[in-house]
């Protein structure tokens, strides 16, 4: 089947968190199982691409108040799935995907309507998917888009579109001119459409009209439809209960393998894990702290820094968690409080909380490979990637168990010599601090803290298993839209 992702970030090209790895990794994976994939990014400053060549050399995009121009670039084909980029340099050539230190971008809706809307105009000249697979309320116009205004198209006969949630935290609110703005139909702005609360909502938008609905794990699938972690859409998700599933990410083991890593200071198997140990030190002195004590279990942390983390916790039992025998190594950058936070506690706690508040891929695989265990106390979590490489690298994941979290860690029995990692539920610092606690004990019994290591690093999320499970849902599309009459505007709830 001939699939199109549309999505705002993906690896190598341009990224900010999970959801490039995903549009960097599904695609090759649905390529490999004999699907015909093509990938659609913005072209950002930070998008490097070795031969960049126009292929599409005008799109037209209208606006109320002027028509903009867009082209479309190839990045050419990798494992077999091709990419192109839409270009326009006045909305994407900026330091930030989404924003800068002040804040988001005020023309976000613009920048990714303009997208959306490029994406389908391109496909009409590099060819037309059977499935749209969009992800995000940065590229949710598309499926809006194709049963509005694009609904008499012939083009698009027959096409369908999956919409994946990563974040329902992230909905793309803007006032209501957006609308007439983007030259979109004012009777979108109703209850079942993209009113939200006086505003507009993108993500609505997909909600009501993608055809299949998917979140990548099956828990948050479940969560987001109750009000604790729906963002307020948990009725619009209920209301399609029938179309919507979780689908776990898989993780790319390429990049993420202590056997083949080539940011960390050596390398290590199951079968040998002596090398863990240079990667400890070299981790240390990385955060500068190379005369700490090579016995002291690392605890790391890489994240994006925002609320839904879980962080607060961690300011909440830091005075006694210090007088644990630990040390704490944190890399991450975002929301300033966040970033304030960490500083502060690295201050009052220099010698167990050592912190970078960088962006930093090559500190991220030091801290996977080095550290001892991985701390993710997340609020919500919809899948959560760094829990999984942890598992690969022997480090040992101490999480809150909620979405993604849940799905992929098992609690740790000694005396069954089951499990791969500790976890708790309330969200709370006395819960945190007693699982913590749990972990370093169970640390000091290195024989067992081996089975627990081995454990982990035996399990194997790789794409393959959930690019299936897409495939399934894109054969159902294709189905659904074959016996659905071509021009209809049919809003799904
Ligand atoms: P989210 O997408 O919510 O940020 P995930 O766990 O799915 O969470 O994915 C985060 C991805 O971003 C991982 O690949 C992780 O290594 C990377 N990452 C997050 N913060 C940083 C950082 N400060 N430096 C380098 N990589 C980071
Ligand atoms: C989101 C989520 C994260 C998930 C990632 C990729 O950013 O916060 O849990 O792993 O998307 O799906």
């Known amino acids: 089947m001939h699939i199109a992702f549309a999505a705002s970030e993906g690896v190598p090209f341009s990224k900010t968190g999970g959801l490039a790895d995903v549009v960097g990794a599904l695609p090759r994976a649905l390529a490999a199982l004999?699907?015909?994939?093509?990938?659609?990014?913005?072209?950002?400053?930070?998008?490097?691409?070795?031969?960049?060549?126009?292929?599409?050399?005008?799109?037209?995009?209208?606006?109320?108040?002027?028509?903009?121009?867009?082209?479309?670039?190839?990045?050419?084909?990798?494992?077999?799935?091709?990419?192109?980029?839409?270009?326009?340099?006045?909305?994407?050539?900026?330091?930030?995907?989404?924003?800068?230190?002040?804040?988001?971008?005020?023309?976000?809706?613009?920048?990714?309507?303009?997208f959306s809307r490029a994406v389908l105009e391109a496909s009409k000249v590099l060819g037309v998917p059977q499935v749209f697979h969009c992800h995000d309320w940065q590229s949710a116009?598309?499926?809006?888009?194709?049963?509005?205004?694009?609904?008499?198209?012939?083009?698009?006969?027959?096409?369908?579109?999956?919409?994946?949630?990563h974040n329902m935290g992230y909905q793309g609110l803007f006032p209501p001119e957006t609308l007439p703005l983007l030259m979109l139909p004012w009777d979108l702005f109703t209850m079942s459409k993209m009113e939200f609360f006086g505003q507009v909502n993108f993500l609505k938008g997909a909600l009501a009209y993608a055809d299949?609905?998917?979140?990548?794990?099956?828990?948050?699938?479940?969560?987001?439809?109750?009000?604790?972690?729906?963002?307020?859409?948990?009725?619009?998700?209920?209301?399609?209960?029938?179309?919507?599933?979780?689908?776990?990410?898989?993780?790319?083991?390429?990049e993420w393998s202590p056997q083949t890593d080539k940011f960390a200071a050596a390398q290590y198997s199951p079968q040998d894990l002596s090398a863990k140990a240079k990667c400890k030190q070299d981790l240390l002195a990385a955060f500068g702290v190379a005369n700490a004590d090579p016995k002291l279990p690392v605890i790391g942390i890489v994240s994006r820094f925002a609320a839904q983390k879980g962080f607060d916790l961690i300011a909440q039992i830091m005075d006694r968690l210090a007088r644990e025998e630990m040390i704490v190594v944190a890399l991450g950058a975002g929301d300033k409080p966040y970033e304030e936070l960490f500083l502060r506690l690295n201050k009052q706690f220099p010698n167990k909380i050592a912190v970078k508040v960088a962006y930093d891929n090559a500190i991220a695989h030091k801290i996977e490979a080095g550290a001892d265990m991985f701390l993710?106390?997340?609020?919500?979590?919809?899948?959560?990637?760094?829990?999984?490489?942890?598992?690969?690298?022997?480090?040992?994941?101490?999480?809150?168990?909620?979405?993604?979290?849940?799905?992929?860690?098992?609690?740790?029995?000694?005396?069954?010599?089951?499990?791969?990692?500790?976890?708790?539920?309330?969200?709370?610092?006395?819960?945190?601090?007693?699982?913590?606690?749990?972990?370093?004990?169970?640390?000091?019994?290195?024989?067992?803290?081996?089975?627990?290591?081995?454990?982990?690093?035996?399990?194997?999320?790789?794409w393959t298993a959930s690019a299936r499970e897409?495939?399934?849902?894109?054969?159902?599309?294709?189905?659904?839209?074959?016996?659905?009459?071509?021009?209809?505007?049919?809003?799904?709830?």
């Open 34 to 114: 004999g699907h015909q994939v093509s990938v659609y990014l913005p072209r950002y400053r930070q998008t490097k691409l070795a031969d960049p060549a126009t292929v599409v050399r005008s799109i037209t995009v209208p606006f109320d108040d002027k028509y903009r121009f867009a082209s479309i670039i190839t990045g050419g084909s990798q494992g077999g799935v091709k990419f192109y980029f839409v270009e326009y340099p006045e909305f994407y050539d900026r330091d930030g995907l989404y924003g800068n230190p002040a804040g988001d971008y005020p023309d976000n809706a613009e920048r990714f309507a303009l």
């Open 212 to 254: 299949f609905i998917t979140t990548v794990s099956r828990k948050y699938s479940q969560e987001i439809q109750t009000a604790e972690y729906g963002f307020g859409l948990e009725g619009v998700l209920h209301a399609r209960a029938a179309t919507v599933t979780g689908i776990l990410n898989g993780v790319d083991y390429d």
């Open 141 to 165: 116009l598309v499926p809006v888009l194709l049963r509005t205004i694009y609904a008499e198209d012939p083009a698009f006969v027959g096409v369908g579109t999956v919409f994946t949630i």
């Open 470 to 493: 897409y495939g399934k849902v894109y054969e159902r599309v294709k189905q659904m839209r074959a016996a659905t009459p071509a021009t209809s505007e049919k809003v799904l709830v």
């Open 376 to 462: 993710m106390p997340s609020r919500y979590e919809p899948c959560g990637l760094n829990q999984i490489y942890s598992l690969k690298y022997g480090t040992v994941p101490i999480v809150r168990a909620t979405g993604g979290l849940d799905d992929t860690i098992e609690p740790w029995n000694a005396r069954a010599g089951k499990g791969t990692g500790f976890k708790f539920t309330e969200y709370n610092g006395e819960a945190l601090l007693r699982t913590i606690k749990q972990a370093l004990e169970a640390y000091r019994d290195q024989t067992s803290w081996q089975v627990l290591m081995r454990n982990g690093m035996s399990k194997d999320f790789s």
